[in-house]
């Protein structure tokens, strides 16, 4: 099963969740994911779909796992394990990255025989999510109604047309959706989990007009966590868990200024950043600014944020400048060097801080060839722009390559990541031993709270800022011996 754009927008539309993690590129580029993740709900339907295969059935009860994210465009594999009992069939989705687990699937089912007379109020939702209510959530009655002008696309998207089971059913997933991405726990919403008990011993009404009742969701902020309970039309039961998940992390200039105590290393000296408006990157163009350093930097979607750091830098009086390029490009690269050349005319520090989204992934849950296309994609963003600025570096330039201290200590679900450090490493040892007057540093920071580590729940380890991070780095740097050109520090 493979998820597109446009299931996701027909979804988006049918269920009125618009939850920016799910539909909002730039959005959802400043978070751990790096891009849009599918609707857990979404999933479940079109799970549902595969499985039934037309097939009409009424749901007894439906028990959803999202264990791992799923994104658009990547080959996932669907298991069914099926059983029966006297009373009711029960099955097991499984819905698989190589051979880990994503998402399960767990529900129980009769033919469906009478159809259901539910029947929807006009339901049209604000499309701002909520932030979250830290205080909870308690209401009586919450009417709800899907997007009819959606639902006409549903089955040609989702392989699954809406009268294959109860309207109340399907109204009931579609609700959980939009709940948990726009109320409670709303825009910084990541969906866990939910188990939903239907009553099937209760013939609904012609007309009878669907609603959710007794809605109750409660906060723990010790793990960030919200649980919300509730009743509803030919619903007993339903119990949806949900992580709130951090804001966006930038260190201000005010924190960085504390950090760098008035130091001026870098005075007049021309540099460039790459990866620079986001991160570690956007600490370090912002560091080296109050050092009084001309730094360029570039960036490849993240415009809006790399205006914000141009201006949050001119207000401290610093000079920067920057560019949209893809350093995967050779185009793009000949074009910074361009940029180089007439802002600066040499280049007196080159800092390869650019990375490609760190997902955490098993060995086993990537095919060689995404392995081998992530240390490949890695390693580029450092060459090519390497090949072509490399001749405007200044006798006794520094190279410095951000790396990770996971390259020397890898941890379970990083080999990706590790290899791709490594491989980046091995090139400024053996550039090194080319570029006799040039000096060349590699830089293993600690894991720190960026874009990329801001965990959905509380963080697996601790995590520094990057302001301190970066004070630390400029520590060391005061104290390195250059009596070789190559020179490794870990923070």
């Not at 580590?453 to 520590?475: H, I, M, W, Y």
Request: charge should be neutral; glycine fraction near 6%; charged fraction near 25%.
């Amino acid at each position: 099963m493979k998820f597109e754009s446009e299931q996701l927008r027909i979804f988006r539309d049918l269920s009125q969740d618009w939850n920016p993690l799910h539909s909002d590129p730039d959005y959802s580029k400043r978070t751990q994911f790096g891009q849009p993740v599918v609707f857990g709900m979404a999933a479940v339907l079109f799970a549902l779909g595969q499985w039934a295969k037309g097939r009409r059935f009424r749901l007894l009860s439906i028990h959803g796992e999202f264990l791992k994210p799923l994104f658009q465009g990547i080959n996932y594999r669907l298991e069914a394990a099926e059983s029966s009992t006297a009373e009711h069939q029960e099955v097991v989705l499984s819905v698989l990255k190589g051979t880990v687990l994503q998402s399960k699937i767990v529900f129980s089912w009769i033919d469906r025989q009478a159809k259901d007379g539910s029947s929807f109020a006009t339901f049209r939702a604000d499309r701002q999510a909520n932030a979250l209510n830290s205080t909870g959530y308690i209401m009586d009655r919450f009417p709800y109604s899907p997007d009819f002008e959606a639902l006409r696309c549903f089955e040609q998207a989702f392989q699954f047309r809406p009268d294959q089971i109860p309207s109340s059913q399907l109204a009931t997933l579609l609700w959980a959706s939009y709940f948990t991405g726009m109320v409670f726990p709303g825009r910084q919403a990541f969906f866990s989990s939910f188990d939903i008990k239907f009553r099937l011993s209760i013939v609904l009404p012609t007309h009878t007009p669907f609603q959710m009742t007794k809605i109750e969701g409660v906060f723990d902020d010790r793990v960030n966590r919200t649980v919300t309970t509730a009743e509803g039309t030919g619903i007993e039961s339903l119990t949806i868990t949900a992580f709130n998940r951090p804001e966006p992390v930038t260190d201000s200039m005010d924190e960085i200024a504390a950090r760098i105590k008035g130091r001026r290393d870098w005075a007049e000296k021309n540099v460039f950043v790459t990866g620079g408006s986001r991160g570690f990157g956007a600490a370090l163009v912002k560091g080296l600014t109050l050092q009084g350093a001309n730094v360029g930097f570039n960036y490849l979607s993240s415009e809006g944020n790399a205006v914000e750091v141009d201006r949050e830098i001119s207000h401290y009086g610093g000079n920067s400048w920057s560019i949209r390029a893809d350093l995967g490009d050779d185009t793009d690269c000949r074009r910074i060097k361009e940029h180089l050349t007439k802002e600066f005319s040499s280049l007196d520090l080159l800092i390869h801080n650019a990375s490609p989204v760190i997902g955490a992934k098993s060995f086993t849950e990537q095919t060689p060839d995404e392995l081998i296309e992530f240390v490949s994609y890695s390693t580029n963003l450092i060459s090519r722009l390497t090949f072509y600025s490399i001749s405007i570096m200044k006798p006794g330039g520094l190279m410095m390559l951000i790396s990770s201290a996971y390259a020397k200590h890898p941890e379970p679900q990083f080999a990706h990541y590790a290899a791709a450090k490594g491989a980046a490493e091995g090139l400024m040892r053996g550039l090194a031993k080319e570029y006799r007057k040039l000096r060349f540093l590699v830089v293993r920071p600690p894991r720190m709270l960026t874009d990329q580590t801001n965990d959905v729940a509380f963080p697996r380890k601790p995590s520094q800022s990057t302001s301190e991070v970066l004070g630390n780095l400029f520590d060391h740097l005061q104290l390195l011996s250059w009596d070789e050109n190559f020179q490794e520090v870990d923070l």
